[in-house]
């Protein structure tokens, strides 16, 4: 017979190095064409962290995507920007871009403060025009930079970032290790067959707060292959060490999940601002994989009345527990 | 408010033309003219010393150019994220602690010649008794992997008194969970590149941080961190993985030694067998609520096997801790977790970092207490869960973005829309 | 050590290679043709990264022989669009933001070319059957899926 269970699960996860400092920065070129460079250290790994600092850098000149060009990740020209881990590079290094594109911003705001006769706070540049607030004046962005060059002013800025954390008490614990956090729900559907001891998960339902998605189609990505890496967890991933040695080492008997095996997944992107973020983000690299096997576990529960205690979830392991609990 | 014109909006990734067109280089398709190959001989039994270790045979092949021991490595020779504890190539008389430890290194004119070369290399080595049971490895009088002891670290997080409050909760569950290993199985197997140009050294590989490789390879070369240049290639995954040294060091040795360029790519066993894992996590868990379902207490034990080397094992033990409780207020906690050494292989970071592993414990936990109340899954964690203004276990105050009674309630909605059930 | 002559039809050209005997399509490729598109993740047949074009059918490039190419037509991901001109799977690819870490995309690509070379409009299901040989660790396939429906339905871009 299948039976079907629902079961949900909340994770937090705090962004960056636990109680540590753990700084990004990144340098910003503001080009004579109104184009732009960013020199960051932060290694892209196919998550898209080029694309989310490229934006980060893009809105805060007010330049579009294609104007930005971005190079990551060579020592001999990006500046440290720390590993590409604990959910840190949109948050951190996003602080840092965006910082060093400040700075270099700045430059032509002053300017075109001095060329408007307004004050600085009152310029917003935005679409490559510097307008002066609650007036008409306004300057191109080109005609900026071309009299910032004519005084010998480059328009360049150096950003770094580094959350704000207390170390953590050896004895009790007692500190800030984390400057925010992000945290999700994701709900699980499954099918158990208690004939086989099958385990089928149909839907996962995913609702991530990110602070704010700097690029949602990435953010879905993330939940997407989270949620996969979560499933494989889950029902599938083992790798199997005797005496020290490991028995699977391909994979065809290390089995991570196939597009046969992936569910719907449903993300719901949930924005309650980081005030400290850039433009309020924060991170969901890894929060989309944390609830997932715990969510299955528990809709696993709800369909057979089995707790999980074991992951992966074993067949014969599912089988036994449920006849035992027949029997008693 | 100004509206965001970049920002917020789903532009496309700006490296994904040349990753469709597969023009965007990954380490391995890199080549180079007069380009050698690397090789590694690593161990195969997990625990011993290393009694002599012969290359003369292998420097002897035709076409090879370089055959490093231990005794080669200029700097360190250690490596470790947080601890200096692993060896670059494990020198004579030195510690073997798992499977896979670096015996020496080869550098040839093709992979097939290379391989050859290893196997003409003799090494002669003194076995130890191993411990593969983190429970084994905490007592008395176990084998000890490393000088230090097997107890590599341990996390501490108290508030409050648990004991009195469990006495008189209204509802106490306790459970035991325990994780597998995960692999993090990237499609992109290991591979790096290095040559010496001048005196710089440069290396192109995949990475998850390239400032930290520059700064590993310095320490075991001996020369000043701008000395070396790490360019990270196009990198077909991470989720962790690439966070520790794989072939970065060895290949900047060869290149150094031979003054070419070489190139080393880890076939998929040998990606599986040499890089770390997610941690195995055993976890005691005991939580209470009151006759509402407000959590009290929450007591738990927490042992990770790190393997034979920290890798990133203590900060993911410390997640875990720091994680334990999942994202409500719980006044009283007692959590301590444990990094222990063995013999396995070794754990590092994968993405998560530990909370996966405690995530199923709490979750656990609170759909055990909410059945044992008479409350729904959904009521005992919109009940629990953290607000504005609220401490965490580590009591630090949560001022803002704390997201997660909206992600329970979008869930919810969702979830009963497409599911039709009430949640 | 003897070599053997072959001719086969590579991205639509001509070509004739003299290579060993025990030569892997893979190696012929990446190693001797410079095409490094085609990506290596297992070497052994279990993640389709190498997949390739066969007169028409997805092979694994890493357990083919370059002689069997002999008298065939072989397709790489560098035969599937260019610069100037993706083709619409290519184009969907980027659209749909189905490439992540971009490891697995060539082989993905063609896997997916060979559904729509005879099937133009599948199903969710036939879509994720076409490339359940393509292991992707990144995605999760949702994207993946959705680009290839989307492709499905394009013109030529
Ligand atoms: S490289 Fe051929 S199937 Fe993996
Ligand atoms: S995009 Fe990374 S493996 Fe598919």
Request: aromatic fraction near 4%.
């Amino acid at each position: 017979m299948k039976k079907k269970g629902v079961g949900i699960a909340n994770m937090w996860y705090g962004i960056g190095n636990t109680g540590l400092p753990n700084p990004a920065s990144a340098y910003v070129e503001l080009l004579d064409d109104g184009t732009a460079i960013v020199l960051t250290g932060c290694a892209d790994i196919g998550q898209g962290s080029d694309t989310i600092l490229a934006q980060i850098a893009a809105e805060e000149l007010g330049i579009d995507m294609d104007d930005v060009a971005l190079i990551s990740a060579d020592t001999g020209v990006t500046p440290d920007a720390g590993k590409t881990s604990a959910s840190r590079q949109t948050y951190i290094s996003g602080n840092a871009v965006r910082f060093a594109a400040r700075e270099a911003k700045g430059v032509v705001i002053d300017e075109a403060a001095r060329l408007l006769s307004v004050d600085p706070e009152k310029i917003t540049l935005r679409n490559k025009i510097l307008t002066a607030e609650g007036t008409e004046k306004s300057i191109s962005l080109l005609d900026c930079l071309n009299e910032c060059r004519k005084q010998g002013k480059l328009t360049l800025g150096h950003g770094s970032f580094n959350p704000e954390v207390i170390a953590l008490n050896s004895e009790t614990g007692e500190g800030k290790p984390y400057a925010c956090y992000g945290f999700a729900t994701q709900v699980a559907e499954v099918e158990v067959d208690t004939e086989t001891g099958d385990i089928t998960v149909l839907r996962m339902v995913c609702a991530h707060d990110v602070g704010k998605a700097v690029n949602p189609s990435n953010v879905e990505g993330q939940i997407e292959g989270g949620v996969s890496n979560g499933l494989g967890y889950c029902l599938t991933e083992e790798i199997v060490v005797e005496n020290g040695v490991i028995k699977n080492t391909d994979l065809a008997t290390y089995l991570i999940p196939t597009s046969l095996d992936v569910p719907e997944i449903e993300s719901i992107i949930v924005e309650d601002p980081e005030m400290t973020g850039p433009f309020m983000a924060k991170g969901v690299g890894e929060p989309a994989l944390i609830p997932t096997p715990a969510a299955i576990a528990n809709a696993i529960y709800d369909a057979v009345g089995v707790r999980v205690t074991e992951l992966p979830v074993k067949k014969e392991t599912l089988l036994f527990k449920m006849l035992k609990k027949e029997v008693s | 408010m100004v509206e965001n014109r970049v920002v917020g909006k789903s532009v496309k990734k700006i490296d994904a033309k040349e990753k469709v067109l597969g023009t965007a280089l990954y380490a391995a398709d890199i080549k180079k003219k007069e380009m050698l190959y690397g090789k590694i001989l690593t161990s195969n039994i997990t625990h011993g010393i290393l009694k002599s270790i012969n290359t003369e045979k292998a420097k002897a092949v035709k076409g090879v150019h370089a055959v490093l021991t231990g005794e080669d490595v200029p700097g360190l020779n250690s490596t470790g994220m947080i601890i200096r504890d692993e060896p670059v190539i494990v020198k004579k008389g030195d510690k073997i602690r798992k499977i896979g430890d670096t015996l020496a290194i080869i550098a040839a004119e093709t992979e097939e010649i290379a391989e050859n070369a290893l196997k003409m290399i003799e090494v002669e080595i003194e076995e130890l008794t191993p411990v593969f049971c983190p429970y084994e490895a905490m007592k008395e009088g176990a084998p000890q992997v490393h000088e230090k002891g097997n107890i590599l670290s341990v996390r501490k997080i108290i508030k409050g008194d648990v004991e009195d409050t469990f006495s008189k909760c209204a509802a106490v569950v306790e459970g035991t969970f325990k994780t597998g290993i995960q692999e993090h199985a990237y499609i992109e197997p290991e591979a790096g590149i290095a040559e010496v140009v001048g005196d710089v050294i440069n290396v192109w590989c995949c990475t998850q941080n390239p400032h930290m490789d520059r700064k590993e390879i310095a320490a075991n070369l001996n020369v000043g961190l701008q000395k070396v240049r790490v360019i990270q290639t196009t990198t077909g995954g991470g989720f962790g993985g690439k966070l520790d040294e794989s072939v970065q060091i060895h290949l900047a040795l060869l290149a150094k030694a031979t003054n070419k360029p070489v190139k080393m790519v880890y076939s998929r066993e040998e990606s599986i067998i040499y890089t770390g894992k997610r941690h195995p996590i055993t976890m005691k868990y005991k939580t209470g609520c009151d006759a509402q379902g407000m959590l009290l207490a929450m007591e738990c034990e927490i042992v990770a096997d790190t393997g034979a080397y920290a890798s990133y094992g203590p900060g993911v033990a410390t997640r875990c801790a720091v994680h334990a409780t999942g994202p409500y207020y719980v006044p009283n906690v007692k959590i301590t977790a444990f990094c222990i050494y063995t013999n396995n292989p070794r754990s590092g970071a994968f993405r998560g970092f530990g909370v996966p592993q405690v995530a199923l414990a709490h979750e656990s936990q609170l759909d055990m207490l909410a059945e044992k109340i008479g409350i729904t899954p959904y009521e005992i964690r919109i009940k629990n869960a953290l607000r504005p203004n609220m401490k965490t276990a580590t009591d630090q105050l949560l001022e803002q973005s704390v997201g997660i009674t909206k992600t329970l309630e979008a869930a919810k909605t969702r979830a009963e829309q497409l599911l039709k059930i009430r949640l | 050590m003897n070599t053997i002559n072959i001719s086969f039809k590579l991205n639509g050209k001509d070509m004739k290679m003299e290579i060993k005997p025990q030569l892997l399509l893979l190696d012929m490729l990446r190693e001797e043709l410079g095409l490094t598109g085609t990506k290596n993740g297992c070497g052994e047949g279990d993640c389709g990264a190498c997949t390739v074009l066969f007169d028409g059918k997805p092979i694994c490039s890493c357990l083919a022989l370059a002689v069997n190419a002999d008298g065939h037509e072989i397709t790489t991901v560098e035969g599937l669009g260019s610069e100037e001109k993706l083709d619409p799977l290519q184009q969907a690819f980027i659209d749909e933001g189905a490439v992540q870490c971009g490891f697995c995309t060539p082989g993905m690509l063609l896997s997916a070319k060979a559904l729509l070379n005879k099937n133009n409009d599948p199903s969710d299901a036939e879509i994720k059957r076409a490339i359940s040989g393509n292991l992707c660790r990144c995605t999760g396939y949702t994207k993946i899926v959705k680009a290839i429906k989307k492709a499905a339905k394009m013109k030529e871009v």
